[in-house]
């Protein structure tokens, strides 16, 4: 059985750090894309950051230079490292993986993240 679970959530100030991390178990990744969402109380959910098996990144514009996306391939795990927290960044955190990740005309498409995580919370304070 295929399972993500995410960890590192938590309450910070505005203008913090924290840092995510998602354990993958039960299949190997190392050939998908793997990748960070995101939802806010009574909104859409919305794509964060993915990295794709040959290393490559990419992040929605909102992150873009205050997050990072790394993955360590022989421990099946995929971190998201949240710098310059600001209270609009506050709601629940998904990992997912499987399929494929790119980018057309500078925006970010994803494909077959079959598998999901049950989400960690992260609230920031203004």
């Known amino acids: 059985q295929v399972q993500l679970v995410e960890s590192g959530g938590g309450l910070v100030q505005a203008g913090g750090s924290l840092r995510l991390s998602c354990a993958a178990s039960g299949r190997t990744f190392s050939s998908d894309a793997m990748g960070w969402f995101r939802q806010a109380p009574g909104k859409e959910r919305e794509f964060v950051a993915a990295?794709?098996?040959?290393?490559?990144?990419y992040y929605s514009d909102s992150v873009k230079g205050r997050f990072t996306i790394s993955r360590v391939y022989a421990k099946n795990m995929v971190y998201l490292q949240m710098n310059s927290l600001k209270p609009e960044d506050t709601a629940n955190y998904y990992c997912?993986?499987?399929?494929?990740?790119?980018?057309?005309?500078?925006?970010?498409?994803?494909?077959?993240?079959?598998?999901w995580g049950k989400g960690t919370l992260v609230t920031v304070s203004s």
């Open positions: 997912a993986a499987g399929g494929r990740v790119g980018e057309r005309g500078g925006v970010p498409y994803y494909s077959g993240m079959d598998y």
């Open positions: 990295i794709n098996w040959a290393g490559n990144t």
